[in-house]
């Protein structure tokens, strides 16, 4: 079973993601360049580990599984806001929780691996608008050409 994906109207980019993305980059960079805003876009685009032209669902999982690694600085399997370097802590507030609510799934203001890695796949899901399993080359671009217009 797979539900009809939303019309171009309804596509809209996570803003839940978006934030998440946002926070772990700037984890990632360090606060100098967290005004820099990481681009899911090509967050999915490199998630073509085989370079088939095409995002599968299990290499958008496994990119997100690297990614999780990445953004659980102190390695204790929880993506939480002792991740973030304290400037960014203090920065980010009451939004780290807030933005990481979709994601976490028990509420308890930490992100275990597994609710990342097997979280909702909203981005790949708006991407794959015929529901084969892939991104391909041709639904990559319309995803990018509806998250650019949303952003005008
Ligand atoms: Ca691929
Ligand atoms: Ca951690
Ligand atoms: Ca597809």
Redesign the pocket.
């Known amino acids: 079973m797979h539900a009809p994906g939303p019309g171009p109207n309804e596509m809209r980019p996570s803003p839940i993601l978006a934030v998440v993305i946002l926070l772990a980059g700037a984890a990632l960079a360090g606060p100098t360049v967290a005004r820099e805003r990481p681009d899911p876009m090509e967050m999915l685009a490199k998630s073509d580990a085989n370079r088939d032209g095409a995002v599968s669902r299990s290499e958008f999982i496994e990119a997100r599984r690297a990614r999780f690694a990445k953004m ?5 399997g ?3 806001d ?2 973030l370097p304290r400037l960014v802590r203090k920065r980010a507030g009451d939004r780290f929780a807030q933005a990481t609510q979709g994601l976490d799934a028990n509420r308890d203001g930490r992100i275990g691996r597994d609710e990342f890695v097997n979280g909702p796949t909203r981005l790949f899901d708006l991407g794959d608008t015929d529901g084969d399993g892939l991104v391909d080359r041709n639904e990559m671009e319309r995803l990018r050409a509806a998250m650019a217009a949303r952003k005008r």
């Open positions: 659980d600085r102190n390695g204790d929880l993506f939480s002792d991740d």
